[in-house]
Every structure is written in structure tokens, then in C-alpha cells.
T-cell receptor
Framework: KNEVEQSPQNLTAQEGEFITINCSYSVGISALHWLQQHPGGGIVSLFMLSSGKKKHGRLIATINIQEKHSSLHITASHPRDSAVYICAAKLPSGGSYIPTFGRGTSLIVHP | GAGVSQSPSNKVTEKGKDVELRCDPISGHTALYWYRQSLGQGLEFLIYFQGNSAPDKSGLPSDRFSAERTGGSVSTLTIQRTQQEDSAVYLC????????????FGQGTRLTVV
């Protein structure tokens, strides 16, 4: 069982729709990271959060530590949001914290 | 530049050859990670360096893979006797000390073993 689970695996939306991507993890973490990977492979950091909620433009990330769950929301989606979104939880490993990645959510936004 | 720099960006090599991939982390970042992403797959952890501590090598897939970090800065990932299944994008990330710090990724090295 992957320690970091993302859903859905694939997501198709029409421009303007509100999008939610979910991430759940199985053990206590120090922080959770949302990443965006565009075709071509470059990875961009979106958010790092350890509690509460963060907002940047049309992107909102929330985390519930007790429920071991985080969500990434995209408001008023646009075709340029099409990418793979990856959550990474820093899981304890022998006294340090190693980022463990979900399998990613592939988002396609149609005009 | 201010970001994580990886070189080369692309590498094509013949099966059986050795390759070296380089990562220049952000200045001052004490943590450095190597990951790989095979075609259509998620990110796979390879190795983690933190300061002067012994590296966490738990993700290295075989003894053909090794990595070092000189002077707490530049890191080199070496793959000996490359195999076709080693073909992947190799990504490096660095972060400052602390469990709640953000990791910054390089653009990766796309390795193709023919």
C-alpha cells in the first residue's frame, strides 16, 4: 500500500470548473507539499503546508492533520492548468523525514 | 542562478557504459535529494543527503547506483554498467534544514540507455 494516496488519478474538466484533488497519508507527517509537473517534466512547487490553509491566486490548499488528508483546489480552471499535480508528504524515516510522493493526478482542462 | 541546476539535461548512453549526473543545489541548502521518474511512473526516492550525516541510501535500486556529495554542496549520481531499465528522468531537489522546509527541484536529467 502506498503511504501517500492521491485521487482521482485522472481528471478532465471544462474551462471555468472548480477542481479538487485529494491526498491522504497513513502516518504522521511534518509537512505536505503540492507540486505541479507540466508536460516536458519540469516540477514547480505550489504549496508547502503543515496546518490550515494556503491560497495563491486561483489555487487553494488545505490540510487536516487529524484526518491525515489534504486537498488542492483550483477555482475558475483554465487550459493552462493542465498538468500533473503531485502531493508529497514528509514521512519519518530513521530519524529524518523523506518526501514520499503520491502517484499524481493528471488534469486536463478543455477550453 | 538561484535555483537547483542539473547537468546534463539530456544524456544518451550505450548499455553497459557508466554515467555521471550532476546536481548543484541552492546555495546554503543542507538537504539534497535524488529521485527518478520512469516513463508514466511516479517519482521514486533514491538517496538523501543531510549536512554531514551519513546519507540515506535506502532508495537506491541496486549496487550499480551510487552518489556522493562533496563539500556539502554539489552532488554526483553515478550509474555503473547502465541497463535499459535505468532510462528515466533523474531529478535533484534541495532544501534548507528542517522537516517543514520546502524542497526546490532541478529540471532533471533525461537519461536514455540504448
Amino acid at each position: 500500500k502506498n503511504e501517500v494516496e492521491q485521487s482521482p488519478q485522472n481528471l478532465t474538466a471544462q474551462e471555468g470548473e472548480f477542481i479538487t484533488i485529494n491526498c491522504s497519508y497513513s502516518v504522521g507527517i511534518s509537512a505536505l507539499h503540492w507540486l505541479q509537473q507540466h508536460p516536458g517534466g519540469g516540477i514547480v512547487s505550489l504549496f508547502m503546508l503543515s496546518s490550515g490553509k494556503k491560497k495563491h491566486g486561483r489555487l487553494i490548499a488545505t490540510i487536516n492533520i487529524q484526518e491525515k488528508h489534504s486537498s488542492l483546489h483550483i477555482t475558475a480552471s483554465h487550459p493552462r492548468d493542465s498538468a500533473v499535480y503531485i502531493c508529497a508528504a514528509k514521512l519519518p524515516s530513521g530519524g529524518s523525514y523523506i518526501p514520499t510522493f503520491g502517484r499524481g493526478t493528471s488534469l486536463i482542462v478543455h477550453p | 542562478g538561484a535555483g537547483v541546476s542539473q547537468s546534463p539535461s539530456n544524456k544518451v548512453t550505450e548499455k553497459g557504459k557508466d554515467v555521471e549526473l550532476r546536481c548543484d543545489p541552492i546555495s546554503g541548502h543542507t538537504a539534497l535529494y535524488w529521485y527518478r521518474q520512469s516513463l508514466g511512473q511516479g517519482l521514486e526516492f533514491l538517496i538523501y543527503f543531510q549536512g554531514n550525516s551519513a546519507p540515506d541510501k535506502s532508495g537506491l535500486p541496486s549496487d550499480r547506483f551510487s552518489a556522493e556529495r562533496t563539500g556539502g554542496s554539489v552532488s554526483t549520481l553515478t550509474i555503473q554498467r547502465t541497463q535499459q531499465e535505468d532510462s528515466a528522468v533523474y531529478l535533484c531537489a534541495s532544501s534548507s534544514q528542517g522537516a517543514r522546509t520546502e524542497a526546490f527541484f532541478g529540471q532533471g536529467t533525461r537519461l536514455t540507455v540504448v
